[in-house]
């Protein structure tokens, strides 16, 4: 019994999925419950966008990439969003009007290939008016639910339907129809069904447009013998673009034929044009004119012509063919200049802000070095083998080569100096080295330079640590100090490190600064020696190594900061440096910041 419920719910989606297509209705209804439920209201003006993904039930015959019908169908999906979120449909129908499909252009500049997540955006541009139980039949159970349960997965996993129908036409047409010459007119049959309607179940959704133009391209390559002709020279013609004019929707349930004949052809296109006619009144309903880009061919497409028929010449373009590629070649031109001048000016600008930016940070960075150089400027008897190492001189040398860098790098970008730029573009080489031999050096050598670390701070507070107050030994006092309140720590490696410095030789005792309670005097060991309790036990060394070691992601966070801030100038520095070359290397070639030049 059980087994029959399945086969009989098999059977009903698989009937579902044969009558009606699914999937649109499933999609669209997500898309108004997305839109009206988790997305915010934008104004009429702002940009929505909805996500997809290029399935399996997308792809073309060849499995290479998007059909062009999905085009069309994703883009009904992104156009009722934009309605929902603007509430622009509500207010249309609230007058007794309705929002149909009138036109539409498309250019593909690059295919969509299986298995890629893309965004559909949609914004309004210009201010139109609107218009006003199962059968035994010989089989064993088995069988059945194995035929059922592949078809129904293959129904999920691919368009079946889409691609039955080109094998279905391309057959006919080999078996039945005959051979046409090039500018003869192909003709393919179809009738809008409940699979092709809209979500109102009115007329054929614009994705179906795009999906019966594909088959009547394929039947009219095959019949003309152009698709073999052009194979055969190891090219294949791919959909380059289309514009689409819907001069009356196609009720359900209405026959139409489409006719498909080719008009013109360049160097690498072809040019067809197809029209949707309704059988009932014999109307043209819908006019799509197409260009087919070849691709893989070495040879001209007017040798591929003349090799098919030798007589045949190419025709003059139309008047609506001219207007098209007219208003291509200006908009093409229009784009590439724009495009140019807005990144060129883009990366020009974020530059040179980000180094003065830098430069800005260099002088705060020399500020403190000198500050600390005055404040502290016995600290470097603490260490003497490494006072090149102190930290105002660490701060002093970074802040130098930063404040020079920095100044090519923004002189450079706003006077388009081609010598500065790729000095700035050597000198950020030269740091990003000497960081990464630095940084491999210490890491190599972490264990031998913390052993002499220490050796140098014992030597420093030893010979260098004095309560006379006599000229370098005040700030070592201070810096001393500071760091036993701050780390609360005492010594070098413990507090026995104090004992028997040339600051008083003979006695055990400690700075007051590393005692727990701050007292006078509480530094002395007193005759019983209970005054230990009161220091510090750990020393200083392992303090300040637990203190980095604790926010070594704040210094990972800065090294990816610095990193990307120098990856981002060497890349922007060549960039504005190819850039300026180039414009002066050429007589016709115009800066693309004409207002700062």
Request: glycine residues 6%; contains cysteine; aromatic residues 14%.
């Amino acid at each position: 019994m059980i087994c029959w419920v399945l086969v009989g719910a098999f059977a009903a989606i698989v009937s579902l999925y044969c009558l009606i297509e699914l999937h649109y209705f499933m999609r669209m209804f997500l898309t108004v419950f997305l839109a009206r439920f988790c997305k915010k209201r934008v104004h009429i003006l702002d940009e929505t966008a909805v996500y997809g993904i290029c399935t399996t039930t997308d792809v073309d015959a060849l499995l290479y990439h998007m059909n062009n019908a999905r085009y069309l169908r994703e883009l009904d999906f992104a156009r009722v969003d934009f309605y929902e979120r603007t509430n622009l449909y509500r207010e249309v129908c609230a007058q007794g009007s309705g929002v149909v499909q009138g036109a539409a252009t498309i250019r593909y500049r690059r295919f969509i290939k299986p298995l890629t997540i893309f965004k559909i955006t949609s914004k309004q541009i210009v201010e139109a008016s609107l218009p006003s139980g199962a059968v035994r039949t010989g089989f064993s159970m088995s069988e059945i639910a194995s035929s059922v349960a592949i078809i129904a997965i293959l129904y999920f996993l691919f368009d079946v339907n889409y691609f039955v129908r080109i094998i279905f036409t391309v057959l006919w047409g080999r078996l039945f129809e005959k051979k046409k010459k090039l500018f003869d007119t192909t003709t393919i049959y179809g009738m809008c069904s409940t699979q092709d309607v809209d979500l109102v179940l009115k007329h054929m959704n614009n994705a179906r447009y795009l999906r019966e133009l594909d088959f009547a391209r394929f039947h009219f390559y095959d019949r003309s013998g152009i698709y073999a002709a052009v194979a055969k020279r190891g090219g294949s013609a791919v959909q380059g673009a289309s514009t689409i004019r819907y001069r009356r929707a196609i009720p359900i349930f209405t026959p139409y034929r489409v006719t498909t004949k080719l008009i013109y052809w360049e160097d690498k296109h072809f040019y067809i044009e197809q029209q949707f006619i309704s059988l009932s009144d014999n109307f043209i309903r819908t006019v799509v004119l197409s260009r087919q880009t070849v691709t893989g061919l070495k040879v001209p497409v007017d040798e591929v012509i003349t090799e098919m028929e030798p007589e045949v010449r190419r025709p003059e373009p139309t008047q609506e063919l001219k207007l098209k590629q007219s208003l291509r070649s200006e908009n093409l031109m229009k784009e590439e200049g724009v495009m140019g001048r807005t990144g060129y000016t883009c990366i020009r600008h974020v530059f040179c802000s980000l180094n003065v930016l830098i430069w800005l940070c260099a002088c705060g960075i020399l500020g403190a070095g000198l500050w600390l150089r005055l404040a502290y400027s016995g600290y470097a008897t603490l260490v003497p083998q490494y006072s090149f190492a102190s930290a105002d001189s660490l701060l002093l040398a970074a802040g130098c080569v930063t404040f020079v860098i920095a100044f090519f790098g923004c002189c450079g970008a706003w006077f388009q100096s081609r010598c500065m730029l790729i000095t700035y573009f050597s000198l950020v080489i030269l740091m990003f080295l000497a960081e990464f031999m630095l940084g491999t050096l210490a890491f190599a050598f972490r264990e031998n330079l913390a052993r002499s670390m220490r050796e140098e701070l014992l030597y420093g507070i030893e010979k260098h640590y004095n309560i006379t107050r006599e000229p370098g030994t005040l700030s070592t006092m201070v810096l001393m100090r500071d760091v036993c309140f701050q780390f609360h720590c005492c010594g070098v490696r413990d507090y026995t490190d104090w004992f028997q410095i040339e600051a008083w030789p003979q006695e055990d005792r400690v700075p007051d600064s590393c005692c727990m309670q701050r007292e006078r005097y509480c530094g002395r060991l007193d005759p019983e020696g209970r005054n230990k309790e009161l220091w510090y036990k750990e020393g200083c060394a392992s303090a300040i190594q637990m203190w980095l070691v604790t926010r070594l992601h704040v210094v990972g966070t800065v090294g990816l900061v610095v990193g990307f801030l120098q990856l981002f100038g060497l890349v922007a520095s060549m960039i504005l440096f190819c850039t300026v070359r180039h414009k002066r290397s050429s007589h016709t070639y115009k800066s693309y910041d004409t207002t700062n030049t």
